[in-house]
């Protein structure tokens, strides 16, 4: 079955920096876009990053632009965020995703930005 396993996540102070891993199975990685996501407490979910099956398109939300950073290793079935310049306003559980009907999601990895 397909699943999806965030990690990588934890407590970092403004400035810092931290890489998110997405491993993947049950699935072909390299037939799907994949999705990083992101929700704070009382808010609603969002799109922080969309790469592309082949790795050559990316998209990124608003507020992470300059600073995240979204890439695959199909090979290795696993997708990161890389994130830089960290702000508080970043901190939330951060989800990954398969594209597609219906949508798969990871369990989450925290990622709490504070001094």
């Known amino acids: 079955q397909v699943q999806l396993k965030e990690s990588g996540g934890g407590l970092v102070q403004p400035g810092g920096s931290l890489t998110l891993t997405c491993t993947t199975s049950?699935?072909?990685?390299?037939?799907?876009?994949m999705s990083w996501y992101r929700q704070a407490p009382g808010k609603e979910r969002q799109l922080v990053a969309f790469i592309a099956s082949t790795g050559y398109m990316t998209n990124y939300g608003d507020g992470v632009k300059g600073r995240f950073t979204v890439s695959r290793n199909n090979y290795g079935n696993t997708v990161y965020l890389q994130m830089n310049n960290l702000k508080p306003e970043d901190t939330a559980t951060y989800y990954c995703a398969r594209s597609g009907t219906p949508r798969y999601w990871g369990q989450g990895t925290q990622v709490t930005v504070t001094s």
């Open positions: 049950g699935f072909a990685l390299k037939d799907w876009g």
